[in-house]
Structures are given as C-alpha cells and as structure tokens.
C-alpha cells in the first residue's frame, strides 16, 4: 500500500502554494491541475487510479488554500509547478490537467518542457494560431462581461454547465463557494490572456487530449480536430457521459484511462 498523503506548502513570495504529497520511492510522479474556480479536491475520485505511484494534489495559486494570492497568471501558474518540481527533486512526472489546468500543463511545456506526458482535459490550445478574432477578443474582455452577473447566479449557472451529474454539479458549487466574487474576477482576467500562438512548438512527450461527452464550455468542442493535426502522435478522445469535469461525471473511464495513460508514458521514457 502506498504511504499516506501529507499537506505541504511552497512559499512563493506573493503567494503560498498548498499541495498534497505522496511520495512512493522508484514510483513515477503525477502532478495533478485543477480547473478555474475549483480546487484540489476535486480530484478525490481520481486518487485511487494513483495507488503505488507518487502524487502531487496542487491547488493553483488564488485557489483553494492557496490563497491569499494578489495575482494570478497562468505563467505565473506555470513557473509556480515548476518551482514545486524544483524543491521537491521531481524529475520528468506526468502532468494531468483539466480546464485551466490544461492549460497550465501546456504553458509548461513551452516554457519548460521535460515532462513524462501531458494529459489536457477539457481545454483548448493555448499555443495554436486557430482563433477568430472575434473568439479571442471576447476570452480578452471577457471579465468585464461578467461583472455585471450576481455571484450567486454565476456560481449556479458556471456548476451547472461543468457536470452531467447532480453529485458533480453539487461538488463544483462546492468549490465555487470558497471563493469571492473578487478573487474570480481578478484571477480570470488571468485566464482571459493565456493565448500566444507559438510556430513551429512541439510537445517533448506524449499527448493525451480529452473531452467530456456533453461538455459545451466554450471552444472546447470546436477545437477538438486541431489537436492531433497541429502535433503529431497526440491522440483526442471522447469520455461518454461525461461533461466539463470528466473524472467527476465518469470516474470509472476517467481512471482507467489515467492509468493507460501514465503507463504509456512511462514505457516512451523508458524507449527515449
């Protein structure tokens, strides 16, 4: 059995980062990133696919017990894993990342590179030139138009649209309600200018791109085609039943598909 999970912390000058460890020695290593607005217990379903293998459970600065936190970037996201990776002594783990957690894991890659694989759940690319203008002029004024929304409304409509399931909707409100209506307005403008197109980028590892069955959250669904054309040996699948929040809607697939995917990048670490 693996050792237990032990709660640790990151001081990052303007923020301290919470994380979860579990270290099993020899074990690879599977940082798991969470989405906007929610936290790292929305991975609790998925934590038992993980047995026998090491686990970082990181709540994103301006998130969860990473808070208080001034700003919020997904750079400054990225540069935060890298410095957990860097103090921790973790050499080449697999990213795991749903949402905006997707989109940390590919600012990483771009800017850092040297993961086992890279898992994007629920996402959309944040280094592809595929855009309307009008597309990425609303993600960049985006804020602004949700300002003049009620919290409460926001919260309700933003649960319901994440889950298929009355369990994942009432864990995702869950989530939403530890946060102030400010700290997810000031941390989404964040979000909003995450696209920088980058020719000629390529992933250094494998690429696994999923979307729920009934996730309609923004371009996620349009997008799914460019995947596998713009980087070669990415694969996109589909997760029947499931929505935004694929490994609460359908965590028996989401986890076999978890563990496929962590052994297929550890046997290309072992080919390279």
């Not at 921790?88 to 890659?109: C, H, K, N, T, W």
């Not at 994942?168 to 964040?190: H, P, Q, T, Y």
């Not at 979307?211 to 085609?225: A, C, K, N, T, V």
Request: aromatic letters at 12%; one cysteine or more.
């Amino acid at each position: 059995m693996s050792p237990a999970f032990e709660t640790r912390s990151l001081d990052r000058g303007d923020c301290r980062m919470v994380y979860d460890r579990r270290v099993v020695p020899g074990a690879p290593a599977v940082v798991l990133l969470h989405g906007y607005g929610v936290d790292r217990s929305m991975w609790g379903p998925t934590l038992p696919a993980l047995e026998g293998y090491t686990v970082f459970n990181v709540d994103l600065r301006g998130h969860g017990d990473s808070r208080p936190c001034a700003r919020f970037s997904i750079p400054l996201a990225a540069e935060d894993v890298r410095a957990l990776l860097a103090a921790e002594g973790v050499d080449r783990p697999v990213l795991v990342g749903l949402s905006m957690g997707g989109y940390v894991a590919q600012e990483y890659a771009w800017r850092y590179g040297g993961a086992a694989g890279y898992w994007l759940i629920g996402t959309t690319p944040v280094l592809l030139d595929c855009y309307a203008g009008w597309e990425r002029w609303t993600l960049e004024h985006s804020t602004p138009m949700f300002r003049p929304f009620p919290w409460g409304f926001l919260k309700g409509w933003m649960s319901r649209a994440s889950s298929s399931t009355a369990e994942g909707r009432r864990a995702v409100r869950a989530m939403f309600d530890r946060l102030s209506r400010g700290e997810f307005l000031r941390g989404w403008d964040g979000v909003a200018h995450c696209l920088h197109p980058e020719v000629g980028f390529r992933f250094d590892a494998p690429v696994l791109v999923t979307r729920g069955e009934y996730d309609r959250l923004g371009s996620i669904r349009r997008y799914m085609g460019q995947w596998e054309r713009a980087y070669p040996g990415a694969r996109a699948l589909t997760i029947p039943g499931a929505s935004h929040v694929a490994n609460l809607d359908a965590p028996e697939e989401f986890n076999r598909l978890l563990r496929g995917f962590v052994e297929q990048c550890m046997e290309a670490r072992t080919c390279g």
